[in-house]
């Protein structure tokens, strides 16, 4: 089992920034994906943005140039910094991990992101 630990979520308004992060402990192996989807309320999960363990990258494109995924493999960490948030960027954001020996996935609880004035 991944456990996945998330933080950063919380009230911003347009424009402003957060930074996201998802600690992953248990049965971490070395060949992986993480990365991030969101919800909002009456919408499927939907991708937002990927890293691999190589460092690979992905992104939906309705973020592409605003947020950016980065992560630190020693703690086993990822993050999504978001910038020039909107107000269709709110949702609850979810951290997911993707162990690849036994093609198994793993979700965070979630964390809400709001954009409002």
């Known amino acids: 089992q991944v456990q996945l630990v998330e933080s950063g979520g919380g009230l911003v308004q347009p424009g402003g920034s957060l930074r996201l992060s998802c600690a992953a402990s248990g049965s971490i192996f070395s060949s992986n994906t993480m990365g991030w989807y969101r919800q909002a309320p009456g919408k499927q999960r939907d991708l937002v943005a990927t890293?691999?363990?190589?460092?690979?990258?992905n992104y939906a494109d309705s973020v592409k140039g605003r947020f950016s995924i980065s992560k630190n493999s020693v703690k086993n960490t990822v993050y999504l910094q978001m910038n020039s948030l909107k107000p269709g960027d709110t949702a609850v954001y979810y951290c997911w991990y993707r162990r690849y020996d036994v093609m198994a996935d793993y979700w965070g609880q979630g964390t809400q992101v709001t954009v409002s004035s």
């Open positions: 890293i691999t363990s190589g460092g690979r990258t």
